[in-house]
């Protein structure tokens, strides 16, 4: 049992009031999932030319204290990127020019301690060990601000309480997946993709599903292909919450086993696993509440 969030704003003037609406609704899912929690934040995206990744330092030993100032010299001295960092805790965003590939190995080759998080020109990711209310607090949730987001609960069931398999999941660039659920097949959905050169960094099952559909995309998908495959090759049962940085998309198995609950108005489109995280959002007495029915794909631009 995991508890899944997200948060739409189709009224430009609330983005810089996503965190402080999300945070309610993260910690509003604490019964459904209290080991670990995260989030994906989309902002405005970077230039053609730039891009960002979220960088998890919590398993170095230095933790909250890592020096990223010296880890950007070091990155900046090493290929002309103009790298930047903006650190909160024991994450941080670092932005550049240049492939967020060449980067990522120079980073994993520097300190294999870190954990790299998210990568592209839109996303922003945090997640970590601990109740929601702790991970919001730790990383100053409530101020971040945006175009829409995707958070989770945790309750682990099928592998380990650790900071890489908390919620959401990434592959490629800007886009992630969280997921409340179990599959019956992610062994088989990794003999698939490790043959086409897909490498897989946990044993979670979620990240089979997230990287299913990734690669979907990246072979010319568009999102509804990828879905509509994604019915077809996972097996399980499970509600899925994806965002691009266009969009946001909500998915659940053909039982709908797994709760959901939509709130929509004409500022927002709101996601949660049950009702009493969006009993605080503005105007809710107003909006369209409805449950998803299964095997359809709901998919709102942002």
Same mark, same amino acid.
């Given at each position: ?64 204290? +890592?020096? /990223? ?36 190995? /120079? ?18 990711? +945090? ?35 650790? @900071? ?25 959905? !990794? ?7 897909? !490498? ?44 691009? @940085? ?47 029915? @299964?095997?359809?794909? +709901?998919? /709102?631009?942002?």
């Amino acid at each position: 049992m995991c508890g899944i969030v997200g948060l739409l704003l189709k009224n430009s003037a609330l983005r810089g009031q996503l965190g402080e609406l999300m945070v309610p609704m993260l910690i509003g899912m604490t019964e459904r999932g209290p080991d670990s929690a995260g989030l994906a934040v989309f902002t405005e995206t970077l230039p053609q030319s730039r891009r960002k990744i979220s960088v998890y330092a919590g398993l170095t030993a230095q933790a909250d204290a +890592y020096d /990223w100032a010296a880890l950007v010299e070091a990155l900046n001295a090493a290929m002309p990127i103009q790298a930047q960092a903006s650190a909160q805790g024991n994450h941080a965003v670092i932005h550049f020019e240049g492939s967020s590939a060449s980067v990522n190995a /120079w980073i994993k080759a520097h300190d294999p301690r870190l954990h790299l998080l998210s990568a592209g020109r839109s996303i922003e990711l +945090y997640k970590d060990i601990g109740t929601p209310s702790d991970v919001a607090a730790r990383y100053g949730f409530g101020e971040l601000t945006g175009s829409h987001l995707v958070g989770h609960t945790r309750m682990a069931t099928e592998s380990a309480v650790t @900071p890489d398999r908390a919620h959401p999941f990434t592959a490629g660039e800007d886009f992630c997946l969280v997921h409340n659920g179990s599959l019956s097949n992610p062994n088989g959905i !990794r003999r698939m993709l490790e043959p086409r050169g897909i !490498r897989f960094e946990t044993d979670n099952d979620t990240e089979a599903a997230c990287r299913f559909l990734e690669w979907r995309l990246r072979e010319g998908d568009t999102l509804h292909e990828a879905l509509r495959k994604g019915f077809e090759a996972l097996d399980g049962f499970y509600t899925f919450l994806m965002g691009t @940085p266009t969009e946001l998309a909500l998915i659940r198995d053909p039982f709908a086993c797994k709760p959901a609950v939509v709130a929509e108005t004409d500022d927002y489109v709101a996601i949660a696993s049950e009702f009493r995280s969006l009993a605080h959002l503005p105007d809710i007495k107003h909006a369209h509440v409805f449950e998803p029915a @299964p095997e359809e794909m +709901y998919v /709102w631009k942002a």
